[in-house]
């Protein structure tokens, strides 16, 4: 496993770009993540955002350009899942074990690293979302990843399990000194939660810190009135806390 060093890269992308059905899903794209990073792609429906998520795992081959992996790299890796689609009789702790051997240690530690040690034994079919995102984020754990990849985690779960996964993901990596890249839709803990955001619409329009991208012309193009009413909050927000 490579060093959790801020200054070594895990993942480079070199304009990539990926071809499919007589078209580019994504082109010129260029990106770079380090240890420590929580790094969100976001962008509209259709946008490439899970392309490059699976061109980055090595699921997908690019068709132009070039991915490099740090040597040794571990990657975990939440899918977009439901738990309705394990029908047959399952329990978290045989999900934990599935396509990889984990000792009832790393399995115990890392339902216990998200606040799920009292699911070991309940049904996976049975969980509400909340708590299958979380069993499925401490299987990616139990890698004991440098790269945590998280494709659309908050989708079809409340808002305050959405507030709460967030605030697990950012205590995961600053703990563990590991990297997380995800693909979200929800603007509002995107930009409060994130080291970097990268704004995506076939190739990438703009990316950086969220206080330096909320304002970038790009962003405004892709999200519109979210976009609008993000940046009345934001700032609504920075003004009362100059006032206390």
Not at 10 to 37: F, K, T
Not at 123 to 131: D, M, R
Not at 143 to 157: A, F, K, Q, T
């Amino acid at each position: 496993m490579p060093p959790h060093d801020s200054g070594e890269l895990l993942i480079r992308a070199s304009s990539v770009g990926v071809h499919r059905g007589g078209r580019w899903i994504i082109h010129d794209v260029n990106l770079e993540i380090r240890p420590g990073e929580v790094v969100t792609v976001v962008g509209p429906n259709g946008a490439g955002k899970s392309t490059l998520l699976k061109t980055l795992l090595g699921l997908y081959r690019p068709d132009a350009g070039d991915v490099v992996r740090a040597p040794g790299l571990q990657i975990g890796y939440v899918p977009p899942t439901d738990p309705v689609q394990f029908d047959l009789p399952l329990t978290v702790r045989r999900l934990m074990t599935l396509t990889s051997s984990c000792s009832a240690d790393i399995i115990a530690n890392a339902l216990g690293e998200v606040g799920a040690s009292h699911l070991s034994g309940s049904q996976v079919n049975e969980l509400s979302h909340g708590e299958f995102q979380r069993v499925m984020l401490a299987r990616a754990l139990s890698r004991n990843p440098d790269l945590l990849v998280m494709d659309e985690p908050l989708r079809g779960i409340d808002f305050s399990s959405e507030a709460e996964m967030y605030q697990l993901i950012s205590e995961v990596v600053e703990h563990r000194g590991c990297a997380a890249l995800m693909t979200s839709h929800d603007l509002h803990y995107v930009m409060s939660r994130t080291d970097q955001v990268v704004c995506l619409n076939g190739t990438i329009r703009c990316m950086g810190a969220p206080e330096d991208t909320v304002d970038h012309p790009e962003f405004h193009q892709l999200f519109g009135t979210r976009a609008e009413a993000y940046r009345h909050v934001r700032h609504q927000c920075q003004g009362e806390s100059l006032d206390t």
